[in-house]
């Protein structure tokens, strides 16, 4: 990655996967026995007599736009208390080779630059044909993460990408002067009008009272199609509803980028968050969408935003996003 760009490359640590011992004649049981840590600047190094990449988690260390957001700033600790937490669970997905590549980090409060680094780690990983699943920090990290799959793929055939975003809150604010974590798809989605590319956005579990008037106002006028929270129940009745609602997207769209901010979950699953609530929605719910998700074949990156371990409670939000994301690994279909 280049080394112009005002942000910080650091390389993933073996000090974030430590975690039980277990009986070596068993093989690898846990997270932290299985995962691989690599220099994303040596991708192409580790093919020649080795298996592909399947998977890559890196970090988005950056809680700059929550703090332009007036948010409870301290979501930069969440990729290592994500780490750390997925170190310690066991493995059911021994035929996928999955590395930690480490994090990119924001420094001198350039969100802007951080952002940007961190699309071209995201494009790099697409062009190795890896899926890659981030932690943040703040839900800025939507706005390069979209930019890096857009880098990857805008020259290929295939060249629309659906935005699934699981979340209380639209993140569709206006821009006033320099984005932050409420901006970021109001940012693509007004960007891409202007190139004329279409983009899906589809956000699920809003809150109204999460969410002023003109963002509602905002969401009807660019086209953004959402399920109140409300309408966010794990019964096979809302279930069916939410997917019928969602097939459309699927089928006009060649991708699907999944964002899930943390703040959706009821407060009970996911207190350590910036701006809690207690009527999100349940990780059983989610589960069963994303396993809807994934078996499209579909989808092309997912992201965890806004966990901060300042304000965790028992580390049960750093649990729920590491529980997220063995789900992710252990059902995720290859799309190359």
Known sequence: MSNAINADYKLAEKSSWEGRKSNPDKGNQYWHQQIELLDINNLSKQYPGSPAIDV???????????????????????????????????IHFESKRVVDVGDVICIDDDMEACQQMFALAITDLLRHKIFPIAFGGGHDMAYGHFMGIWEAIKATPKRRVAIINFDAHFDLRPVEGRGNSGTPFNQILTEFEQLGQPVDYFAIGIQQQSNTKELFEIAREKNVGYAINYDCESSSVELAALKKRLEPIVERNDYIYISIDLDGFSSA?????????????????VFKLLSYLLDTKKVVALDLAELNPSIDRDRHTATLAAKIVDFTVMNYKPIW
Do not use: M, W
Request: glycine share 14%.
């Open 56 to 90: 890559a988690i890196i970090g988005y260390v950056c809680d700059e736009g929550v703090r332009r957001n007036r948010g409870r700033i301290g979501a930069h600790e969440g990729p290592k208390a994500i780490r750390e937490r997925l170190a310690k669970q066991p």
């Open 269 to 285: 699953y996911a207190p350590g968050v910036s701006a809690p609530s207690p009527l999100g929605f349940t990780p059983y719910f």
